[in-house]
């Protein structure tokens, strides 16, 4: 059973930098697809970066493009979230997932099934 345990999170000034961490637990297949979605209160959960382990195939929601950046490291079992120039509106609970069966990034939160804790970020303007 594969465990996702997020970090990182914390209250940062626009314009600031932070770098979340996701490490998984247990059996993790190469190919998978990974994710990081974020949620701020009274919406829903988006997409916003996503990766397939083991290759260099990544994709990102239009308004963090040139922002974010997701990497992995595949010896550490650890996906990264690595947010600049952060602005308010990126203020939300920001969570990583995993999907046991695909090999593509999926924008669809229906397509991840194991989800870690959820770590806040908070951007003050």
């Known amino acids: 059973q594969v465990q996702l345990v997020e970090s990182g999170g914390g209250l940062v000034q626009a314009g600031g930098s932070l770098r979340l961490s996701c490490a998984a637990s247990g059996r993790i297949f190469r190919s998978h697809a990974m994710a990081w979605f974020r949620q701020a209160p009274g919406k829903e959960r988006e997409f916003i970066a996503g990766?397939?382990?083991?290759?260099?195939?990544?994709s990102y929601t239009d308004s963090v493009k040139g922002r974010f950046t997701i990497s992995q490291d595949n010896a550490k079992n650890t996906v990264y979230l690595h947010m600049n120039s952060l602005k308010p509106e990126d203020t939300a609970v920001y969570y990583c997932?995993?999907?046991?069966?695909?090999?593509?990034?999926?924008?669809?939160?229906?397509?991840?099934?194991?989800w870690g804790q959820g770590t806040q970020v908070t951007v003050s303007s």
């Open positions: 990766l397939t382990w083991g290759s260099d195939s990544t």
């Open positions: 997932a995993l999907s046991s069966w695909r090999t593509r990034i999926s924008k669809n939160k229906s397509d991840y099934d194991r």
